[in-house]
């Protein structure tokens, strides 16, 4: 028995979320199936952050096992044969049996790609959110800061989120420009159903003067989602990957270098 860990990337618009649901397309669902073909038995598949409707992944990190004997390859090229357009294996590696995609990671990235600009996005529909009025950096990266260290992110959380604990450790919280494109990056151990686009709809309120940048920091205190702004769309959220023990030597995520 082989244990293989596998890089994907993915345009989250065509499937229903990760996880597996009766009757509908889910990423989970498309990958199985096309494992389970190369392999010529039935696979299951762990990854390490289950991404929701619509979300995307430069970096989706999943592990399975195995009784075949095939070339790395075919684990790549393979798979992506009977994979949906929309979604692809960027590189396959051996790992040993004490490796898991979900556990073994200390920390998970994302970053949130926001066109600001009076009219809505053509190119990038769908795979970037959109903000008509003008936002100011300034105040934005400032309210950011309080965000960092171990909190109890409650006031960011989605109702129907099954964490066992609200209190996540962030070590990254940025928020720069390029252009008409303003770019939010997460770094952290874990995260909480929806809290990076919640975390993204209040810093906008801010860069639109809707707060001053300390008001961020009495919303994470108040710990009531209902003192927080708006849930961002989906579109512009990019699941970067987690991060694990330089002992696995699994590729790092490049796909989003261009930002």
């Known amino acids: 028995m082989a244990r293989i ?42 990854c390490a952050g289950r991404t929701d409707a619509g979300v995307h ?19 790549v090229r393979g798979v992506n044969a009977h994979l949906p357009a929309a979604m692809a294996v960027r590189w396959a590696r051996v790992v040993d049996a004490g ?7 200390y920390r998970r990235r994302y970053r949130y790609l926001l066109l600001n600009r009076p009219q809505r996005p053509g190119l990038w529909a769908g ?31 989605a109702a129907e989120c099954q964490a066992k604990t609200p209190v996540k450790l962030l070590t990254r919280a940025d ?4 252009g008409d494109m303003f770019i939010f990056d997460f770094e952290a151990n874990a995260f909480l ?18 707060w001053p940048p300390e008001h961020l920091q009495a919303v994470l205190a108040s710990r009531d989602r209902r003192q927080a702004a708006m849930t961002f769309a989906p579109d512009g ?23």
């Not at 795979?127 to 409650?154: I, K, N, T, Y």
């Open 5 to 46: 860990a596998l890089g994907l990337e993915y345009d989250g618009r065509a499937f229903h979320g990760w996880q597996r649901q009766a009757d509908l397309p889910t990423l989970q669902a498309a990958l199985e199936t096309a494992l389970s073909r190369i392999a010529d038995h039935p696979v299951e598949s762990t």
């Open 57 to 75: 992944a430069s970096q989706q990190v999943v592990h399975f096992d195995t009784e075949a004997r095939r070339p790395l390859e075919a684990w």
């Open 99 to 105: 490796f898991h995609a979900r556990y073994s990671a």
């Open 127 to 157: 795979r970037v959110g959109w903000f008509h009025r003008p936002l100011a950096l300034a105040p934005m990266q400032e309210a950011a800061r309080c965000l960092l260290g171990e909190h109890d992110f409650s006031a960011f959380r």
């Open 175 to 178: 928020v720069r420009q390029a």
């Open 193 to 210: 159903h929806h809290m990076v686009r919640n975390l993204v709809g209040s810093l906008v309120f801010i860069g639109k003067g809707g």
């Open 237 to 259: 959220l990019y699941f970067r990957g987690p991060l694990y023990d330089p002992v696995y030597a699994l590729p790092e995520e490049t796909a989003l270098s261009l930002f």
